[in-house]
């Protein structure tokens, strides 16, 4: 059992290493975004189902209160955590426009839609997509595998994290980490704040 968890951990290693020179300087490109559109008073929704979505909330939590060093607080909603408007807009409409509802309602033009996905492929959030260009939105997706119908819907003007994996856990730890480097970069661009492991 022993050998067992080892070995789990060197396979999660390895991914983040396959992936982790390609992503790297589009991680730098979309923190660079997201600063840009915080500077000038927009905000970050974000959004993603299951596991997804229990990242987007550490993300958004991340922003709102700090990630390492205390800093101002910065403006992002995790739309998934409304039970009620959720539950609310698929009784009525359907799953399937649960984020693009919100989006709709929401987002403005020059905030930026940050959507996170092992598969690429839920209704929901190919829907999210559209609503973000109708709201003059740009898209940050976090993908898995090859990016799924999302990757076809992004434009010039969003960004794809595709991590180029088939594992669905390696893919969500891949996630968790982009996210983590998302928000160490953001705070040292906006605030000049370090990790305290450098």
Excluded: W
Aim: hydrophobic share 45%.
């Amino acid at each position: 059992m022993d050998q067992h968890v080892i070995n789990l951990f060197h396979r999660s290693i390895e991914a983040k290493m396959q992936v982790g020179e390609q992503l790297a300087p589009l991680i730098a490109e979309a923190s660079e975004m997201m600063v840009h559109a915080l500077v000038n008073d927009n905000k970050i929704l974000l959004c993603g189902n299951g596991s997804s979505c229990a990242i987007t909330q550490i993300f958004s939590a991340s922003l709102i209160n700090r990630f390492e060093n205390e800093r101002p607080s910065l403006p992002a909603i995790a739309l998934g955590t409304d039970a009620t408007s959720l539950s609310a807009i698929a009784d009525v409409a359907s799953y399937n426009d649960v984020y693009a509802k919100q989006v709709r309602a929401l987002g403005q033009p020059g905030d930026i839609l940050v959507l996170i996905s092992s598969s690429g492929k839920p209704g929901n959030l190919i829907q999210a997509v559209q609503a973000a260009h109708d709201r003059d939105m740009s898209v940050i997706a976090l993908t898995g595998h090859d990016g799924g119908d999302i990757s076809a819907l992004l434009d010039v003007n969003d960004i794809e994290l595709q991590a180029q994996l088939h594992s669905r856990p390696r893919i969500h730890e891949v996630h968790l980490l982009t996210v983590f480097c998302l928000c160490d970069l953001i705070d040292q661009q906006l605030f000049g704040v370090s990790s305290p492991d450098e």
